[in-house]
């Protein structure tokens, strides 16, 4: 079957018509990919320093609410922990702690604020 040449210009601008709407197509797929990617590791990002703060303030007020001259635990996990927020015992890698019994230091950093949170127990002075 042999075309005439204005029916070959139609079928090759069908053709390039065509590759250029799967490439448009395709772009528009990476960069949907890309930004569901970004938004669902910021969502988890989000989430694991929701759990984080809230262990945080869970052990606060544990290690608060030791009598003075009580005995301090030497580990976190001697605590009796809920970990709310939806929170497991693998956030505790997230915390740095010491004790001597009579008094102990929890660190954790804060990656949105790129800081460590430092707080001593017991706490004197009302802070």
């Known amino acids: 079957m042999i075309l005439d040449p204005q029916a070959r210009r139609q079928k090759a601008t069908k053709v390039v018509v065509s590759l250029l709407l799967a490439t448009v197509l395709l772009f528009v797929a990476v960069q ?3 930004i569901i990617a970004n938004t669902l590791r910021e969502a988890d ?6 759990a984080q703060a809230a262990l945080q303030v869970e052990i606060d007020r544990l290690l608060s609410a030791v ?6 635990p030497s580990s976190l ?13 693998s956030l ?8 001597d019994g009579k008094s102990c230091t929890l660190r954790t950093w804060v ?3 790129e800081e460590w949170v430092v707080v001593s127990y ?5 802070s």
């Open 77 to 89: 996990q001697e605590l009796p922990l809920t970990y709310p927020d939806g929170g497991d015992a």
């Open 45 to 50: 990002a989000s989430a694991r320093d929701s």
């Open 122 to 126: 017991p706490q004197r002075d009302g």
């Open 111 to 113: 990656a949105r604020r």
């Open 67 to 72: 009598p003075p001259g009580g005995t301090y």
């Open 92 to 99: 505790l890698s997230q915390f740095e702690y010491t004790s």
């Open 32 to 34: 949907g990919g890309r």
